[in-house]
């Protein structure tokens, strides 16, 4: 599995906002795209702790991108501290030719669908950082810097370095927490704390 380094913040502001915060800062929009998961546990291996079952999910994804789409069965594995933040993670990823099938094949061995995320994505750049910011479930606001820049040659060195992409642009978020867990917060909305 290939280990990354990311972050994800919640902001604290609407996303005409954000944008135009953004936008003055010198953003400028690199992609928009839809990426729509349906996450799969297997009905035998449910916890109590949210991202332990996180962790034993298969999500089904799809990649909307300038009206083509793009299947993928992916796994996601993320190790966390004390505190709750990502300290390793890696994800493989599988092209799939048919969403409904893949589903039915799951079930038919065990698994059932535990939550659907729904993202609209707008990555937005410079010639130095880039972010992609997440509207999850038409709910939730977030910004994700992955330590790969997609659209130019930059790569983040640390975590820290990806913070100060967030400090460097006055950018407001809930809870001073750069490893929000979209997927965790899903399951507490839909199933309790």
Do not use: W
């Amino acid at each position: 599995m290939n280990k990354e380094n990311e972050i994800t913040v919640e902001v604290d502001m609407d996303l005409n906002s954000l944008i135009k915060l953004l936008e003055e800062k010198g953003f400028i929009l690199r992609q928009e795209y839809d990426l729509n998961d349906i996450y799969l546990v297997n009905n035998n291996s449910k916890d109590e702790d949210y991202l332990s079952t996180l962790n034993r999910c298969v999500l089904i994804r799809n990649i909307l991108i300038n009206d083509e789409s793009r299947k993928l069965l992916t796994y996601k594995y993320k190790e966390y501290n004390d505190k709750k933040e990502i300290i390793n993670q890696s994800k493989i990823n599988i092209k799939i030719d048919d969403i409904d099938n893949t589903k039915l094949l799951f079930e038919s061995v065990g698994f059932e669908e535990l939550i659907r995320v729904n993202d609209h994505l707008y990555v937005y750049g410079t010639d130095k950082d880039e972010m992609a910011i997440q509207c999850v479930n038409n709910k939730h606001i977030y910004i994700e810097i992955e330590e790969k820049c997609g659209f130019n040659d930059r790569v983040y060195n640390s975590i820290d370095e990806m913070k100060n992409v967030i400090y460097e642009n006055n950018i407001p978020i809930k809870n001073n927490d750069f490893f929000v867990k979209k997927a965790e917060i899903e399951l507490k909305e839909k199933y309790g704390k």
